[in-house]
């Protein structure tokens, strides 16, 4: 590679890692990559797919189980000769091959109920992903929000230290014109040293705003994650014109949480169903075929024994005359086809099996038990979830309402401090005010704007749980 290559290359590579680090992330793109990477939210995407398996399991109750069996067999030792009809000690073989078939025709509705149950916790598995996600993007927000308020307050320190050094340059000159006492100088220079304390405070606080989002996102390097410069208006939202009671009633209708405790309850009535499922008779439908071959010799004939033509079986009472019978011996042939034994010794058998329950240990007695109380921790769960979203609501309307009035609070009080100052200003001018007292007009309007700043994204950050709440998306979607 020449020259010339390397050093583009070389460029290449370092334009796009500046462009990288240069990279400014928005709200969605941070809730986005949050919801995609977060192990919680994985795990609970993992726990859905389970749900799907359950679901195909509780399908596969109402098909058949159907197996097939095969066996080859080596029987070694004493048999008997066929031939012969003696013991000897001789290998035979045998092969058998069998299918049967079960179904469940009645079990007390539990693969009926099993069933239900599956698609519940299927629906309930959603619901959990979902609320999952719903807090990821909640606290992305909420430190996206915080990273913002951090930038302009630090914009507000970096300006009020460029006020105070300006006053301090011209305060030095007055000193040399021996205008104003030196003593005004040395409290300027501790206002400007303040001030510039102020300012590494701000910084390290954005730094560490950043580090929270960037570990939200699962990202190393946080040092140089940052994020769009946003202006945020304030607004006044909508459902803040509705009453607590019909926000809280919306949030019962939409809110995911009492989703999933309802989904959670109703799992538990299938549950008792299921487990008193066991007390009823099952009825099981059956079918079998076998069939079976063997490789030994058999008989296919007998024929007259030349060598031994009759033998003498007994004589005739009275007369003694003598009484014989023709011998024959067997015809010996080979084993007939595999197939052909097969298709000649099949069978078949089926039938209905019946199990009624009479006396378990009280296993069944206890399994409704366990799941009865289960079910009335459902149904707690469900009331506490039904209080605890009424309580948040409640709480969040409030704090909206309040956070609005602090707001509002803080942009009269900010007003009065600008007009303070610059009546402050005009008196400093015509030496009616000593530069301690106007140091201390400067920190009170400084003090006034970071507290604007403040108020104001905690009153957007609220309004956005409230609306959460009431069913409108924490981001909308351009």
Same mark, same amino acid.
């Given at each position: 590679?020449?020259?010339?290559r390397?050093?583009?290359f070389?460029?290449?590579?370092?334009?796009?890692?500046?462009?990288?680090?240069?990279?400014?992330? %928005?709200?969605?793109?941070?809730?986005?990559?949050?919801?995609?990477?977060n192990i919680?939210?994985e795990s609970s995407?993992?726990?859905?797919?389970?749900s799907?398996?359950?679901?195909?399991?509780a399908?596969?109750?109402?098909l058949p189980n159907i197996?097939?069996?095969?066996?080859?067999?080596?029987?070694?030792g004493?048999?008997?000769?066929i031939? %012969? &009809?003696?013991?000897?000690?001789?290998?035979?073989?045998?092969?058998?091959?069998?299918l049967?078939?079960?179904?469940?025709?009645?079990?007390?509705?539990?693969? $009926?109920?099993q069933?239900?149950?599956?698609n519940l916790? @299927?629906?309930?598995? =959603?619901?959990?992903?979902?609320?999952?996600?719903?807090?990821v993007?909640l606290?992305?927000a909420?430190?996206?929000?915080?990273?913002?308020?951090n930038?302009?307050?630090?914009?507000?320190q =970096? #300006?009020?230290l460029?006020?105070?050094?300006?006053?301090?340059?011209?305060?030095?000159?007055?000193?040399?014109?021996?205008?104003?006492?030196?003593g005004?100088?040395l !409290?300027?220079?501790a206002t400007?040293?303040?001030?510039?304390?102020?300012?590494?405070s701000a910084?390290?606080?954005?730094l560490?705003?950043?580090?929270?989002?960037a =570990?939200? @996102?699962?990202?190393e !390097?946080?040092k140089s994650?940052d994020?769009?410069?946003?202006?945020i !208006?304030?607004?006044q939202?909508?459902?803040?014109?509705?009453?607590?009671?019909?926000?809280?009633?919306k949030?019962?209708?939409s809110? %995911?949480?009492l989703?999933?405790? =309802?989904?959670?309850?109703e799992?538990?009535?299938?549950?008792v169903?299921?487990?008193?499922?066991a007390?009823?008779?099952?009825l099981?439908?059956?079918?079998?075929?076998?069939?079976?071959?063997?490789?030994s010799?058999r008989?296919? &004939?007998? $024929?007259?024994d030349?060598?031994?033509?009759?033998?003498?079986?007994?004589?005739?009472?009275?007369? &003694?005359e003598?009484?014989?019978q023709?011998?024959y011996?067997?015809?010996?042939g080979g084993p007939?086809?595999?197939?052909?034994q097969?298709?000649?010794n099949?069978?078949?058998?089926?039938?209905?099996?019946l199990?009624?329950?009479?006396?378990?240990?009280?296993a069944?007695?206890?399994?409704?038990?366990?799941s009865?109380?289960?079910l009335?921790?459902?149904?707690?769960?469900?009331?506490?979830?039904e209080?605890?979203?009424?309580?948040?609501?409640?709480t969040?309307? %409030? !704090?909206?309402n309040?956070a609005?009035?602090?707001?509002?609070?803080?942009?009269?009080t @900010?007003?009065?401090?600008?007009?303070s100052?610059?009546?402050?200003?005009?008196?400093?001018?015509? &030496?009616?005010?000593n530069?301690f007292?106007f #140091?201390?007009?400067q920190?009170?309007?400084a003090?006034?704007e970071?507290?604007?700043?403040?108020t104001?994204?905690?009153y957007i950050?609220?309004?956005?749980?409230?609306?959460?709440?009431?069913g409108i998306?924490?981001?909308q979607?351009?």
């Amino acid at each position: 590679m020449s020259f010339k290559r390397i050093v583009f290359f070389l460029v290449g590579i370092l334009t796009i890692s500046a462009q990288a680090q240069e990279k400014k992330w %928005t709200l969605q793109e941070c809730v986005d990559y949050a919801i995609q990477n977060n192990i919680t939210i994985e795990s609970s995407e993992l726990d859905y797919k389970s749900s799907v398996v359950n679901k195909k399991d509780a399908i596969g109750n109402f098909l058949p189980n159907i197996s097939g069996s095969a066996s080859h067999s080596w029987n070694i030792g004493l048999n008997q000769n066929i031939t %012969t &009809g003696l013991l000897e000690n001789q290998t035979t073989q045998f092969t058998s091959a069998g299918l049967n078939v079960n179904v469940d025709i009645f079990k007390g509705l539990q693969n $009926q109920n099993q069933l239900r149950k599956t698609n519940l916790a @299927l629906i309930a598995s =959603q619901y959990q992903v979902t609320k999952i996600k719903e807090d990821v993007a909640l606290n992305v927000a909420n430190a996206y929000l915080q990273i913002l308020f951090n930038k302009e307050n630090l914009k507000v320190q =970096q #300006n009020q230290l460029k006020v105070n050094s300006d006053q301090f340059n011209r305060t030095k000159e007055l000193v040399d014109a021996g205008m104003v006492p030196r003593g005004d100088l040395l !409290d300027v220079q501790a206002t400007v040293a303040s001030n510039k304390q102020a300012i590494i405070s701000a910084e390290n606080a954005l730094l560490l705003s950043k580090l929270s989002l960037a =570990q939200l @996102l699962k990202l190393e !390097d946080f040092k140089s994650f940052d994020v769009q410069d946003e202006q945020i !208006d304030v607004f006044q939202s909508l459902v803040l014109n509705e009453s607590s009671e019909s926000v809280v009633a919306k949030a019962k209708e939409s809110r %995911t949480e009492l989703k999933l405790a =309802q989904s959670n309850l109703e799992i538990a009535k299938k549950d008792v169903s299921i487990a008193r499922g066991a007390y009823y008779p099952s009825l099981i439908g059956f079918y079998s075929f076998s069939t079976r071959a063997a490789y030994s010799d058999r008989v296919v &004939g007998i $024929q007259p024994d030349t060598q031994n033509p009759t033998s003498l079986i007994g004589y005739v009472q009275g007369t &003694g005359e003598s009484v014989f019978q023709y011998n024959y011996k067997p015809i010996i042939g080979g084993p007939l086809p595999v197939l052909e034994q097969f298709d000649n010794n099949k069978g078949q058998n089926f039938g209905l099996q019946l199990t009624v329950p009479i006396f378990n240990g009280f296993a069944t007695r206890n399994n409704v038990q366990r799941s009865k109380i289960a079910l009335e921790k459902a149904q707690l769960n469900y009331e506490q979830q039904e209080l605890d979203l009424e309580r948040n609501v409640y709480t969040a309307y %409030t !704090d909206t309402n309040a956070a609005k009035e602090t707001y509002e609070a803080a942009l009269e009080t @900010l007003a009065a401090r600008k007009l303070s100052y610059e009546y402050a200003q005009e008196r400093y001018r015509v &030496g009616l005010m000593n530069v301690f007292d106007f #140091n201390q007009v400067q920190t009170q309007l400084a003090n006034a704007e970071s507290e604007v700043l403040r108020t104001k994204y905690d009153y957007i950050f609220r309004t956005k749980i409230l609306e959460f709440y009431f069913g409108i998306p924490l981001i909308q979607n351009n």
